[in-house]
């Protein structure tokens, strides 16, 4: 009965596997096609030097890292003040603040990615630019400063505040204080807050899409407009190499996770 | 540290980013382009009844299929040696990395006429168009969201305590009641989130039916996309209304939510 069931389990999941996969797989193989249609006529790399070449692409990639980088350390600095002085208000305003801090997180893309553009239109004629880089950072902030606060808020209530004051006691200043006990609590939940907030800005595309202007591109524009005309396969190119970056990032990740389990194991 | 003062530019912050633009989304939609009052939009956004019926359908089939799909496949995995379920939720993590439209391009790739599957069919002698129709578009959207069914209630099961397990079976249940009565109930909070993170992303998407989907294919986010750079004030009304519909429906998942944890 028990091995029965295995074997069932083990088929159910080597499909899901399959369909997850598949797609996938089928992009990186016609990546090395030599013809733009889906008969294959022949091994190439013609592909690859072509994306490489593409200097759209490379800019699109270095606009995308950027704007991930800037909003996601703008973020974490904004949501981790945030955190530390929403934990000081009490009952009724506490949860006004903090459900409205959910708002970007429930409400759908699509609709604060036209918000933000009405937003943005409106302050543009008023005082006078266009949509832009910085329209852009300020909506991937946006999307991105709740997650910090919600990974900080469970670590702040969780710390023992007497810590704090034995710092003081022992001739720390407030910054030493505040630097060398608060900050070193909060840390697990500010570097997971700035990690999802990194990997969320790399994502997204709706949200850019509405409040990037006319001329600011990013790697998923490049993609949308690339995809929009149908044939061209430097986007399975590009979509082999995203996969690879992706495979090698989430097992150096598993690898250090496992590594640190071992060494806390080793001290309790 | 118990200063207030480090929240100050955050409140500054969501209220001209998060809340003035929800204000002033509401303006807009009752308002005409003059800024005079106007209940005009809202008329307008009813010649699009049928794109959001369309919507909702497409989204509640994604969000069945990937209920039907996660819910034996979480179970499968909390049943597997601990280090084999982080390996295997890293496999499931792994495509949700790629890009949003890239994983929409590759089953544009897969399903077009002359694709892979297509020809795979077509030698075993059946021949048919895959793309341009619902299924399409749901098998693109279970596609998208699936691991947002599937993480919630794993760990919701994961964290079920053996012990009532086993107690279930040594007062004499067979698996299978052992599952109605221990497994089934404790996974339900996993469930509602999973339905929570997979209808609202679905029903408010936009890209996969025009990528997938045939022509009467169109949902609510194609809508505002389409208008909203041309006539921002019924763009407006129709965004005033999916979001409100999703608040409703946030709210009722929430309550089914608490009813379930105080039973």
Redesign the interface.
């Known amino acids: 009965m028990k091995n029965k069931t295995g074997i069932i389990?083990k088929i159910?999941?080597a499909l899901?596997?399959l369909?997850?996969?598949?797609?996938?797989a089928?992009?990186i193989f016609?990546s090395f096609n030599d013809g733009k249609?889906?008969?294959w006529k022949g091994f190439t790399l013609k592909w690859y030097s072509e994306l490489f070449r593409d200097s759209n692409i490379i800019n699109s990639l270095g606009n995308t890292l950027i704007i991930a980088f800037l909003a996601s350390i703008f973020a974490t600095i904004?949501?981790t003040?945030?955190?530390?002085?929403?934990s000081?208000?009490k009952g009724k305003k506490r949860l006004i603040?903090q459900n409205?801090?959910n708002?970007?997180i429930?409400?759908?893309?699509?609709?604060?990615g036209?918000?933000?553009?009405?937003?943005f239109t409106?302050l543009g004629v008023i005082f006078n630019f266009e949509m832009g880089f910085v329209t852009v950072l300020?909506?991937h902030?946006?999307f991105c400063?709740p997650f910090v606060?919600l990974n900080v808020m469970p670590r702040i209530t969780r710390m023992d505040?007497s810590i704090?004051d034995a710092a003081l006691d022992l001739g720390c200043n407030q910054w030493q204080?505040?630097y060398k006990v608060?900050i070193h609590e909060l840390m697990p939940g500010i570097i997971s807050g700035a990690l999802i907030s990194f990997?969320y800005s790399l994502?997204d595309?709706?949200i850019t899409y509405?409040t990037r202007g006319s001329k600011f591109q990013n790697?998923?524009i490049e993609?949308?407009s690339m995809?929009h005309r149908?044939i061209s396969p430097k986007?399975?190119a590009?979509?082999a190499l995203?996969?690879l970056a992706?495979?090698v990032i989430?097992v150096f990740i598993?690898l250090r996770d496992?590594h640190e389990e071992k060494q806390e194991a080793k001290r309790t | 540290m118990k200063s207030r003062k480090p929240s100050v530019p955050y409140i500054i912050w969501m209220l001209v980013f998060t809340l003035i633009p929800i204000v002033m989304i509401g303006f807009t939609a009752f308002t005409d382009k003059q800024g005079n009052f106007t209940l005009e939009n809202f008329s307008k956004a009813f010649f699009y009844t049928d794109v959001f019926m369309k919507s909702l359908w497409i989204a509640l089939l994604s969000t069945a299929v990937c209920l039907l799909l996660a819910y034996p496949l979480a179970y499968m995995i909390t049943r597997m040696k601990e280090s084999t379920q982080n390996t295997v939720i890293m496999l499931f993590m792994i495509p949700m990395w790629m890009n949003f439209l890239l994983r929409i391009y590759a089953w544009v790739t897969l399903l077009q006429d002359n694709g892979p599957i297509d020809m795979a069919l077509s030698i075993l002698g059946i021949h048919g168009t895959y793309i341009g129709n619902t299924f399409a578009v749901t098998l693109g959207m279970v596609y998208e969201y699936l691991p947002f069914m599937v993480l919630p209630i794993y760990t919701v099961m994961s964290k079920i305590d053996n012990g009532l397990i086993e107690a279930a079976q040594d007062l004499g249940s067979n698996s299978f009641n052992v599952f109605r009565k221990v497994i089934a109930p404790l996974s339900v909070p996993g469930i509602i989130s999973g339905i929570t993170m997979v209808f609202v992303p679905s029903a408010s998407t936009f890209l996969v039916a025009q990528y997938l989907g045939g022509t009467d294919d169109i949902m609510i986010g194609d809508i505002i996309d389409k208008i909203f750079w041309t006539d921002q004030n019924t763009g407006s009304a129709i965004s005033l209304i999916l979001m409100i519909f999703i608040f409703v429906f946030l709210i009722l998942m929430n309550f089914f939510g608490d009813e379930e944890a105080i039973a």
Do not use: E, K
């Open positions: 389990s159910y999941m899901i596997m369909f997850l996969y598949a797609p996938i089928v992009l016609y249609t889906t008969v904004l949501g003040a945030a955190a530390i002085g929403i000081n208000f603040i409205i801090s708002i970007p429930i409400s759908p893309d699509i609709v604060m036209v918000s933000l553009m009405l937003l409106t300020i909506a902030i946006c400063v606060v505040r704090y204080a505040f608060i990997t994502d595309f709706i509405f790697l998923s993609i949308y995809t149908r986007i399975n590009l979509s995203l996969f992706i495979v989430m598993n496992r």
